[in-house]
Each structure stands twice: as C-alpha cells, then as structure tokens.
C-alpha cells in the first residue's frame, strides 16, 4: 500500500528528544519527513518510526554546522518529493560555562550548530519555500527570552536565533513563507539529562519548582506547538516567539502555592 504524501517536510536534530518528537509528529498527518541527523544509525531508527505513524520517511546524513551537507541534504529531499512544504530547524547542542571560563572552541561548536544551523537551513530552504507558500519553525529555549547564569554560549545562541527568526518573518511573511520560533524551557530529553547529570534531587526538584506547572515539558508538547504552527490552524502567526515553558518566564514566581 502506497503512502499518500500531503506534506514534505525537513526536520533537523530529528534523531531524539524535541526532533524525533517532531519528525513522528509530522508523519501522523501524513507526511515525507527528512530525518536529518548526525548518527546514521539513530536516524533509520526514527524513520521506522515515521513510517508506522503513517509517514514516509527519509534519511537525511548531516551536521547542521556544515553549509554543503545542510545544502546537498535539502538538494536531495528535494530532488525525490519535489519541494518542501515545512522545516523545523530542531538541532542544537548545550554546554555550560561563563564568558571566563568557556572553553573557545566549545564557544566555537556551539554557535556553529544552534545558530549557524539554523542560517544555513534557511539559507538553502527558503526559496522552496517561497515556492510552496510554507513555514520555518526554529527551536529555541526560554534561554533566548532571558539570560541563565553559567550559560553564556547557550543563551547567546538562543536570542541570536530569536532575532534571526524575525528577521526572516519580515523578509519572507510578504511573500508567503511564516517563520516563528518555539521556546520551551526544560523538557525531557538525553540532552536535559546531560545537563542535570550529577545534580541532587533536591536541584532537580528546584528547577522544577520555578516552573508555575511544576513539571518539565514532554516531548510531544512541544512538537503539539510545532504541529500547530507549521499548519492552516496558524495561518496569521508569523514572527512569533512561542514561550512554551509552563509559565517560568512570565514573571517571578517563588513556587509558594
């Protein structure tokens, strides 16, 4: 039984946590998804994942901080489905320090794949876009909406793709093409994992403590927001900056009841 297509879609970072999220999420309505990843073999795993949600899934080998393998892999997908209706720039990385002690090149690697990625992903799937009328939809974190102490690189990143994002929603929105940006705060993912390594319980239950929720996000909300985003439901939303993140940066909050 062939698959009907009804979207064509790139997903950077897709190989786990927020992208897989996204990348399954795309496929249940019916989706050809680029699962575009560093770790082959991670990546043919998920695509077994968006076939059984009902999509068609293609394996997609990059680095995002790579300008020719973010362009031959869009030239690729582009070449099987034709064009591309939606891009979720999804890849990014996390690592800690203050501006004194940060290792330069961890400095180096991280701008190169949260905010250069995410350039170079619009740079070569833009004009398939402006051909489909479609969306770009970045991945950012509540640490592009506030500053996080030790977090410098990160936050860095995270506003730099903010601003990136408005800009390409003035750029394009006149031509058809909605670029906005979601900005989860912890959700629960390896890379959330990573970075509470070696935390306490008493830590982890601070941080989440300071979300009004009470809670980390879960993977599937955030691609529910991407879903929602990238689809007719949302077809005035352009330039947004979606703070999805149970309400940590809509003021002070002292976790009292």
């Not at 939809?137 to 408005?166: E, F, M, P, R």
């Not at 008493?202 to 929602?228: L, M, N, Q, S, T």
Request: aromatic residues 8%; hydrophobic residues 45%.
């Amino acid at each position: 039984m062939t698959t009907q297509i009804r979207e064509r879609a790139i997903v950077t970072g897709a190989t786990s946590g927020i992208g897989r999220a996204v990348a399954v999420r795309l496929a249940k309505r019916g989706a050809a998804v680029a699962v575009l990843g560093r770790n082959v073999a991670a990546a043919q795993q998920v695509a077994a994942e968006v076939a059984d949600a009902g999509g068609v899934a293609f394996v997609a080998h990059a680095d995002v901080s790579n300008a020719g393998q973010v362009q031959a892999a869009v030239s690729r997908f582009v070449a099987e489905y034709g064009g591309i209706d939606t891009v979720v720039a999804s890849a990014g990385i996390a690592l800690t320090g203050h501006v004194t002690d940060c290792d330069l090149a961890d400095w180096d690697r991280l701008l190169a794949t949260n905010l250069n990625g995410v350039f170079y992903l619009a740079r070569y799937a833009i004009p398939e876009l402006l051909k489909s009328r479609g969306t770009f939809t970045a991945i950012s974190s509540d640490a592009g909406v506030h500053g996080a102490c030790g977090y410098a690189a990160y936050c860095a990143s995270k506003h730099a793709i903010n601003g990136l994002i408005k800009c390409l929603a003035l750029d394009y929105g006149s031509k058809g093409v909605r670029c906005n940006s979601v900005c989860p705060g912890f959700v629960e993912t390896p890379m959330a994992e990573q970075l509470l390594t070696g935390a306490t319980a008493e830590e982890v239950a601070f941080y989440k403590g300071i979300v009004p929720i009470g809670r980390f996000a879960r993977p599937d909300e955030v691609a529910a927001a991407v879903a929602h985003l990238s689809s007719a439901e949302a077809s005035y939303v352009n330039g947004m900056i979606y703070n999805l993140d149970g309400g940590s940066t809509a003021g002070f909050y002292s976790g009292a009841s």
